[in-house]
């Protein structure tokens, strides 16, 4: 027995030394070579703890509430609609011959809702113009009970803006920011009456400013919002966490015609100018040119020989307005207005609204080849049909 384990001992141990011999080849060749191996240490290099202290807002927002809400009124108005007959009821002829002699029409009275901001100590209120709209009558009221019946002092459809006026003392007014400085993040609250359940608070961020091109009014500019809007917050407040007023809440993208987390507002410089212009002038006073205008697409300029792909053609000019006069021409592309790039037909159109009549504003043209310096005397823009 002793003879058989001797025996079978020498082949275990000869190949138990075979066995490490090759290992330790094996790892010499893999280090030599670079290849890595499960042996090899790994070094992770961790952050630095930030003592940096964490940012940090308020926990509450009741006291920029308290100070913007008071001035937020709820607005419902009524106007009477006649009902419809058939058309030839009103044919005297026809109901001569039948004998017909005409009941009185019927009539329906016909509510709707919104909000609006006390601007000033002399009753002033701003609003949206679709909230008032053909309104037989429009009552105001406060929130601290108190109800009255608003005169209109003005409207603008263009930027679907009205200023109503109220009768009563001591008024909240609500102060105003400058809505220049917000800035895409910043802290929001929507201060209105939707679905006219009474005064409701949300809040949200600023999505986007600047906003336009949305079809939704003639001159845009809005302040985007996830702030939730609904039917009855038009015309409300937009405030900071101050409770200063940045926006007049005025519309949603919503395919179902609730909140979305997508809403408008007018920002407040805007808002103010139209508001003192309606005041103070009877109407808006915006600046003017005098042209038709088409947006450059590509092919338009490779028509005209211009490389570039910013600028608006000059299609058409009333003639002896300001911009014939300072020298445009039909087929012209305005490359610049005021120094700045034409990004559209709307954003200049804006741009030149902004200017006071009488002043002077400088445009590049680009002409057969040539660019040139065109400088126009803005005229006052004529107030629509529909807004006299």
Known sequence: MKKLIRYLSWPVMIGAIAGLYINQQTLLNSQNSGATTYNTPVFIEAAQANTTPRLS????????????????????????????????????????????????????????????????????????????????????????????????????????LAVLRIQLNQLPVITIAPSDIIEVGDVVLAIGNPFGVGQTVTMGIVSATGRDQLGINTFEDFIQTDAAINPGNSGGALVNPRGELVGINTAIFSKSGGSQGIGFAIPSNLARKIMVDIVREGSVVRGWLGVEVQELTPQLARSFGFNGNQGILIAGLLRNGPAHLAGLQPGDIVTEVEGKAVISGRTAMNQIAQKRPGQNIPLTVFRRGKLLKLTAEVGRRPVPQQAQ
Do not use: C
């Open 57 to 160: 807002g308020p926990y509450s927002y009741s006291d920029a509430v308290k100070q913007a809400a008071p001035a937020v009124v709820n607005i419902y108005t009524s106007k009477i609609i006649e009902q419809r007959r058939h058309p030839l009821l009103n044919d005297p002829a026809f109901r001569q011959f039948f004998g017909y002699n005409g009941a009185p029409r019927q009539q329906r009275m016909q509510s709707s809702l919104g909000s609006g901001v006390i601007i000033s100590a002399d009753g002033y209120v701003l609003t949206n113009n679709h909230v008032i709209e053909g309104a037989d009558e429009i009552k105001v009221a406060l929130k601290d009970g108190r109800e009255t019946i608003a005169q209109v002092v003005g409207t603008d459809p263009e930027t679907d």
